[in-house]
């Protein structure tokens, strides 16, 4: 057909062709582009992202948390913060809630740090002619075995007035919310209360005795026959290595040493909280005689005792993980307010007042983080540990706070310094039935400080299994950074 058509018009449809298959290849490159370009903004922006977390790109520390089964097994959340560069070293999940456990108790401890006096209110009481009428506050320390120091015990004791307590400022619940119901029994869920005394728990020791003997029959000693009744000779004054029984080679008298073996250990278990109960329990340890005023509201002027020092009850907090003594310093802190005796009206106050500056808000519960309502982000707690960081000036005090990787506290057992120095990890443990976080302070090797938070959910092994690997990861930070 082209050959019949006049040259200037094969010429004209050849330059047509021409064109439009330039047309449709610019095209098609334009398309093509876009389509790169915007299937890889994702990929780069995850890129840049991992990027501004780990230092330099590429870390050994990603590596590390990929390729570990037991952290791929569970849900882990992490970050490693550099205080003196305001910069993330390393974060996975920082940004998800876990349930923290005793974690929970850093922010009772930033609560103190925050509303606290250096002492703690111990009662709070009034005068009228010759009776005295006192309230408690929440101090944990009355009567207890490592935490008293004879304050209200020997103000009690030597006032000449008549005593009279009274629990109307008290307006929470003695169990906190979350709380396990079948728990109510063991010494780690004592009971909230405006007036403890002794750990609000009775101690009981126990004795546990071995006896190894030989078994009696109605006839005398088990022996067969029984004729050799008659030749056991009980040792009143064995020698300690002498065995159960003895025979002399040329004789038929048995050597009978029965052995006793006596161990033994106290058991705490919470009472249950009645002003009736408290009453007498004051009665019968002052020696005197104890009123209960039930419906006598505290006046707006009181008088104020205190007793221990805060650092000492945050010490005792801290170190063993006191669920007590967390519970009791937020009441502690109400009474400080002015407020009536509640948990939940502190943390309203601090987390409006004190933990705006944290990136996600935290669903706070309790002061003892035996609620598993409770739940955190491990960036929140980062910022959190420096936030409390700053209310110190040297480390050594808040350090002396702390457990101390294979020296004391909850971790004595965990997070050694392997070549034989001084700790280098500080930090609060938090552990629940498949829960298990650590966060605090970590010293390198060049001693530069870093914050962590370690935050572990939903593991089905053994807790000693996460820790082990946990060792491993913030073993490498003290080495390499």
Known sequence: MLEQLPLTLVNAINCDHMMKSIYFHFFAFISLAFIGFTACTPTEKMSQEKKSKVAGGHSPLAVMFDTSEVFNANLTGFELYDPDRESVIYAQNENRYFTPASNTKLFTFYTGLKMLPDSIRALEYVVHGDSLIFWGTGDPSFLHSDLDNGTVYNFLKSREEKLYFSDSNFDDRLLGPGWSWSDYNYYYQTEKSPLPMYGNTAEFEIQDIQLRKIAETDSGPAVRPRFFQSY??????????????????????????????????????????????????????????????????????????????????????????????????????????????????????????????????????????????????????????????????????????????????????????????????????????????????????????????????????????????????????????
Not at 419 to 444: D, E, M, Q, R, W
């Open 232 to 481: 056991i000779d009980t040792l009143s004054d064995p020698e300690p290595e002498a065995p159960l029984l003895f025979r002399a080679i040329n004789g038929n008298e048995f050597e009978y040493k029965p052995e006793a073996d006596t161990s033994s250990y106290t058991i705490d278990k919470p009472y249950h909280y009645t002003p009736k109960l408290i009453t007498q329990m004051l009665a019968d340890t002052l020696g005197r005689a104890v009123s209960y005023l039930p419906k006598v509201p505290k006046p707006d002027s009181v008088n104020v005792l205190y007793s221990i020092a805060a650092d000492t009850a945050y010490k005792h907090m801290l170190r063993p993980s006191d669920n007590f003594i967390a519970e009791q310093l937020l009441l502690v802190t109400a009474s400080e307010l002015g407020k009536p005796l509640n948990s939940r009206s502190v943390i309203d106050t601090m987390k409006s007042e004190y933990l705006e500056m944290l990136p996600k808000e935290p669903q706070w519960v309790d002061g003892s983080g035996l609620s598993r309502y409770n739940l955190f982000t491990p960036g929140s707690i980062v910022r959190l540990l420096q936030a409390i960081d700053n209310e110190f000036e040297q480390n050594e005090a808040l350090f002396d706070l702390l457990p101390a990787g294979g020296e004391r506290g909850t971790i004595s057992s965990w997070y050694a310094n392997r070549n034989g120095g001084p700790p280098y990890v500080f930090a609060k443990t938090g552990t629940l039935s498949n829960n298990h976080c650590l966060s605090g302070f970590l010293i390198t090797s060049s001693g530069k400080k870093l914050i962590f938070s370690f935050m572990n959910n939903h593991y089905v092994t053994s807790s000693s299994v996460v820790k082990e690997e946990m060792e491993k990861i913030l073993w490498y930070i003290h080495e390499h950074f």
